[in-house]
């Protein structure tokens, strides 16, 4: 199985100010076939089922706000939120589709400093 | 607009059995792979199962495989998750997810509570 690492578990920071939040897998999660990772970022807000932020490491979905940025490579991912606002407090989770079990980071909490 | 809405949770005693079902719709349901995905009160999100979406393929998380089966009904654009033998850690609210590669759309999931 691959085994989804997140760094920090929780994190407090302004608002106005950067978040960043890690993710490592056991192992490579990029699909040679079409040179893409398959990795993904959900945002969950509490009650709420999970939403989908960002696929293939870095592809924004569609009415993401763009202060939300996925990058990295292989093993290693980040997800930045550029400029944190009050409606950004939630976990996020990373998972990755390279695989089947598919699997999932433990979760980060971001809150308001 | 898509919609997954799940149904069949509720309290069971341990050892005992229960069908879960998502009812989809806005959008062609027989074109998509589906998954059941659970949440264990306060904890993180667990794979749980996968179904194809012309039902030749279905993939199980070790910790289900045997007990639970899914399955579909593409006419009535419904998936389900028969599970048996459930045990307390099954306890969860569990999620149906449409998928294209990723998880693009979660119902609001359906709680299951296993207890004695």
């Known amino acids: 199985d691959i085994v989804m690492t997140q760094s920090p578990d929780s994190l407090a920071v302004s608002l106005g100010e950067r978040a960043t939040i890690n993710c490592k897998s056991s192992?490579?999660?990029?699909?040679?076939?079409?040179?893409?990772?398959?990795l993904a970022w959900y945002q969950q807000k509490p009650g709420q089922p999970p939403k989908l932020l960002i696929s293939?490491?870095?592809t924004r979905e569609s009415g993401v706000p763009d202060r939300f940025s996925g990058s990295g490579s292989g093993t290693d991912f980040t997800l930045t939120i550029s400029s944190l606002q009050a409606e950004d407090v939630a976990v996020y989770y990373c998972?990755?589709?390279?695989?089947?079990?598919?699997?999932f980071g433990g979760g980060a909490k971001v809150e308001i400093k | 607009e898509v919609q997954l809405v799940e149904s069949g949770g509720g309290l069971v005693q341990p050892g005992t059995s229960l069908r879960l079902s998502c009812a989809a719709s806005g959008f062609t349901f027989s074109s998509h792979w589906m998954h059941w995905v659970r949440q264990a009160p306060g904890k993180g999100l667990v794979w749980v199962s996968r179904?194809?979406?012309?039902?030749?393929?279905?993939s199980y998380a070790d910790s289900v495989k045997g007990r639970f089966t899914i399955s579909r009904d593409n006419a009535k654009n419904t998936l389900y998750l028969q599970m048996n033998s459930l045990r307390a850690e099954d306890t969860a609210v569990y999620y149906c997810?449409?998928?294209?590669?990723?998880?693009?759309?979660w119902g609001q999931g359906t709680l299951v509570t296993v207890s004695s």
């Open positions: 293939w490491a870095s």
């Open positions: 192992q490579s999660v990029l699909d040679s076939s079409n040179n893409k990772n398959c």
């Open positions: 179904i194809s979406s012309d039902v030749s393929i279905t």
């Open positions: 997810a449409r998928s294209s590669a990723v998880f693009d759309y």
């Open positions: 998972q990755q589709y390279y695989g089947t079990p598919l699997t």
